[in-house]
């Protein structure tokens, strides 16, 4: 699995339009909780590079604007750190803080 960074809000709309499955993580830089996820997450993502869905990442911080169309595109309360899985234009599975898990992220996608 590689990192994809979301930079525009049209990158949110191509994945609001998408029927594939796609994962987003909100991070925000500034954040020891969002930190200590993200750092988890590369770890868990590194030991699973099989897994073909897309993993997207946006600074919450550098990239609000983006941050704001994912939570109103999907319909999600905002919060950071924040991991989603969502597929045709559906936020089907979120977590933020602590339940933030690669395994239980993951885990939707066989559902």
Request: proline share 4%; hydrophobic share 40%.
């Amino acid at each position: 699995m590689n990192w994809i960074t979301i930079n525009s809000e049209e990158d949110v709309e191509e994945i609001y339009k998408s029927s594939d499955y796609a994962i987003i993580y909100k991070h925000s830089p500034r954040c020891m909780t969002s930190l200590m996820a993200y750092r988890q997450l590369k770890s868990d993502v590194n030991a699973v590079p099989e897994v073909d869905v897309p993993l997207y990442i946006v600074d919450v911080i550098n990239n609000r604007s983006e941050s704001m169309a994912i939570a109103n595109s999907f319909q999600v309360q905002h919060q950071s750190p924040q991991i989603l899985v969502v597929k045709n234009g559906e936020c089907i599975y979120d977590a933020s803080h602590e339940a933030i898990s690669l395994r239980n992220t993951l885990s939707v996608l066989s559902e």
